[in-house]
Nanobody, 124 residues
C-alpha cells in the first residue's frame, strides 16, 4: 500500500552534514505521519524525528534536537532529514517510517510502513 525508499546516506567527517530523503508512493502521502528512526550495531532501533500532516508539527529526540531538521514536501511525496553537526554517535542505519492516526509518534510499533534503510557513517 505504501512504499518508502530512503537515500542520501554515506560517509562524512564529524561536524559535517548530510541530507536524507525518503520518497513515498501514493497520493495519500499527505495524510501520513512520517518518522525517522536509526539503529546502530548492538543497539535498539531508536526514534530520531517525526513530522505530522502539518509541517509545523515536528518532534525530535533530545540527542538530535538543534542539529537535525525533519521536513516534508507533500507535492513531491518526500520527507527529508537534514543532519548537521554530525557526531560519531550518529553512525547508524537510518530508516524512514509512515503511519496514520498516530497517538504516539516516538514508538517504532506505531508505524505500519518502513523503508529499507540507508547507512550513515560519521568518522572522527
Amino acid at each position: 500500500q505504501v512504499q518508502l525508499v530512503e537515500s542520501g546516506g554515506g560517509l562524512v567527517q564529524a561536524g559535517g552534514s548530510l541530507r536524507l530523503s525518503c520518497a513515498a508512493s501514493g497520493r495519500i502521502f499527505s495524510t501520513y505521519t512520517m518518522g525517522w528512526f536509526r539503529q546502530a550495531p548492538g543497539k535498539e532501533r531508536e526514534f530520531v524525528a517525526a513530522i505530522r500532516r502539518s509541517s509545523s508539527n515536528t518532534v525530535y529526540a533530545d540527542s538530535v534536537k538543534g542539529r537535525f531538521t525533519i521536513s516534508r514536501d507533500n507535492v513531491k511525496n518526500t520527507v527529508y532529514l537534514q543532519m548537521n553537526s554530525l557526531k560519531p554517535e550518529d553512525t547508524a542505519a537510518y530508516y524512514c517510517a509512515a503511519g496514520r492516526n498516530l497517538v504516539v509518534v516516538t514508538s517504532r510499533g506505531a508505524y505500519g510502513y518502513w523503508g529499507q534503510g540507508t547507512q550513515v557513517t560519521v568518522d572522527s
